[in-house]
């Protein structure tokens, strides 16, 4: 399923001011909102709200996807992802709105790591042939010295006494109704529903630091722009002993200076002159696999496609090989001394429109009787 863009799922403009933005995304959260809305899918559109909002509220995030789509929003400063995790501080907002009842995660259960997006520029070359090469990424990683746990080593991690381990408090309140019950998130264990007797000094009781780390990275063979390889357990780290996320890296390739992609295949535009495309001639060309010998024949027109089989791109997927496609411009000689400019002249009083094919002779006869007067 494509996504809606972001500014279509808020119902604003591309100009929308922050308030804006904000105005109809409380409107939309309310009234998607999974606990209120009768509505089939509105968990769904809640979740597409609240994306949407996220990227459009911050202007960093907003500029990087006004630039470069939803690839570019999911990626953050220095190549570090964010991912879409849960419904987060939110919660808290709508459970004062809505009397609570929101039916929030057991926090002891384990969730897999944020997936990590990284963006990497690749030569056009390297796309095509593909290149094994390392990457650094800022992340997070598993605090060695408390192994995730927050505590200091030799301390003792306990179930917080406040929220008895569920990471939520219910909060009653006396109002002009009765009695309402809030349900919030314990502010004492942050909804861990764990704390630690003494934090761990090298992580300061997060369990992660954040570090830089080196990945091997395959790019195959005939990558293209904007493809993504997914490198398996390399996102943010599990909470609670869950999986680690993945890190998506992002491929934008290079721009060429002679060489245009379509697919698989290659596109080159060929300057000849006009001799060469009048007489006919050998001439080489370049490929990616190297310069090649190309027979224009004699009578070449500006325009003509040829194509070299083979000489595109391998297909990512192994299904064979692209060609590439060599588009004709013939040159009009510009500059010319009064010598050559005599020859082209008894070349014209001796051809006149004789050198023209049937076809071309017909346009041109059509073209004179139409502007006759
Ligand atoms: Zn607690
Ligand atoms: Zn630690």
Avoid: W
Avoid at 44 to 73: I, M, P
């Amino acid at each position: 399923m494509s996504k809606r863009d972001y500014y279509d799922v808020l119902g604003v403009s591309k100009d929308a001011s922050k308030d804006e933005i904000k105005k109809s995304y409380r409107k939309l959260a309310r009234k998607y909102h999974p606990d209120v809305s009768q509505e089939e899918d509105a968990a769904e559109k809640f979740k597409e709200v609240k994306e949407a909002y996220e990227v459009l509220s911050d202007q960093q995030k907003r500029q990087q996807y006004d630039q470069f789509g939803h690839a570019g929003a999911q990626q953050g400063a220095g190549g570090q992802g964010f991912g879409f995790e849960d419904f987060g501080d939110f919660g808290d907002i709508f459970d004062m709105f809505f009397g609570g009842g929101r039916r929030r995660r057991d926090p002891n259960a384990p969730r897999q790591g944020q997936d990590l997006q990284y963006t990497m520029e690749v030569e056009f070359e390297e796309a095509i042939f593909g290149k094994e090469t390392t990457i650094e990424i800022p992340k997070e990683e598993k605090c060695d010295t408390c192994d995730g746990s927050g505590a200091k080593p030799g301390t003792s991690v306990h179930t917080c006494s406040h929220c008895n381990g569920s990471g939520q408090l219910n909060m009653e309140q006396n109002t002009p109704f009765g009695r309402v019950v809030n349900r919030r998130v314990c502010h004492y264990c942050d909804g861990t529903g764990k704390q630690v007797e003494e934090k761990c000094q090298t992580c300061g009781g997060d369990g992660q630091v954040k570090t830089r780390k080196k990945i091997d990275i395959n790019i195959p063979a005939g990558v293209d722009d904007g493809q993504q390889i997914r490198v398996t357990g390399h996102g943010g780290p599990g909470v609670n002993g869950g999986p680690a996320g993945d890190l998506y890296v992002v491929i934008r390739v290079k721009r060429h200076e002679f060489f245009e992609r379509d697919g698989d295949d290659i596109l080159c535009e060929m300057p000849i002159t006009f001799t060469q495309a009048a007489l006919g001639d050998e001439i080489e060309v370049p490929t990616v696999h190297g310069r090649v010998k190309l027979k224009v024949p004699a009578g070449t027109q500006t325009g003509t496609h040829f194509r070299l089989k083979g000489k595109g791109a391998p297909n990512v997927h192994g299904y064979g090989q692209g060609d590439q496609h060599i588009l004709v411009k013939v040159m009009v000689p510009k500059n010319l001394n009064d010598q050559q400019k005599e020859l082209l002249r008894q070349f014209h009083e001796l051809s006149g429109d004789e050198t023209l094919d049937e076809q071309q002779d017909n346009l041109f006869k059509r073209m004179k009787r139409a502007f006759k007067g």
